[in-house]
């Protein structure tokens, strides 16, 4: 399987199954990368659209090619406050590479305050390991910060627990299709509870 070919069956299967919540709505992009998933995003006609990236390339980049988006150069576990309330939070492959996960879903949801969050998690187990801060596919750390290169992934009972607490219901799970990339991992639906 050619990788950029598992890259768009990816991106088809979020797209299909969950972008249509961006519609009309202010939509929050957490580690958009280069603009694989932000691509289809746009194509939604989000009434705003908000990427927080930490990579500096990647940031340069997404600021050319989506000049209608609002771009910031952030970390998810220190820069979500600059984001401002939203409609729709996108944690699409980037959870895996924090350091304090549950910390990041917590300022998304405290500093965000979104009504649906799409989350994935390509490494659903308790674990934890050294990543290299930024190499390329790994946390980025901005402003020279010094970071203990460790990154922890969490299971999902642990994710769906987290969300709960957080005040957020589990509306839907699936797994990412084989042969896509990142198959068999999970993909959840998350919406505020009232």
């Known amino acids: 399987m050619v990788w950029g070919h598992s890259l768009d069956l990816k991106c088809d299967f979020i797209d299909r199954n969950f972008l249509h919540y961006c519609q009309n709505q202010t939509v929050l992009e957490i580690g958009c990368f280069e603009g694989w998933i932000t691509d289809r995003i746009v194509a939604h006609n989000p009434k705003k659209l908000i990427l927080l990236e930490s990579h500096k390339k990647s940031v ?32 699409l492959g980037v ?29 659903p187990f308790l674990d934890w390991k050294e990543e290299i801060p930024n190499e390329p596919g790994m946390r980025n750390i901005i402003d020279n910060k010094r970071t203990s290169n460790i ?26 299709p ?17």
């Open 95 to 123: 959870i895996y590479h924090s350091h304090a996960p549950l910390h990041a879903l917590e300022k998304l949801v405290n500093s965000c305050e979104p009504d649906i969050i799409i989350l994935d998690n390509m490494q």
């Open 60 to 91: 340069d980049f997404v600021v050319k090619k989506f000049p209608q988006a609002t771009v910031i150069h952030g970390d998810m576990h220190e820069d979500l406050m600059q984001v401002g309330k939203v409609n729709v939070a996108l944690v």
């Open 151 to 176: 990154v922890i992934s969490i299971s999902n009972e642990i994710t769906i627990t987290a969300m709960k607490n957080l005040g957020y219901n589990l509306v839907k799970q699936d797994e990412y």
């Open 178 to 194: 084989h042969p896509s990339q990142g198959w068999g991992n999970p993909i959840f639906h998350f919406e505020k509870h009232e």
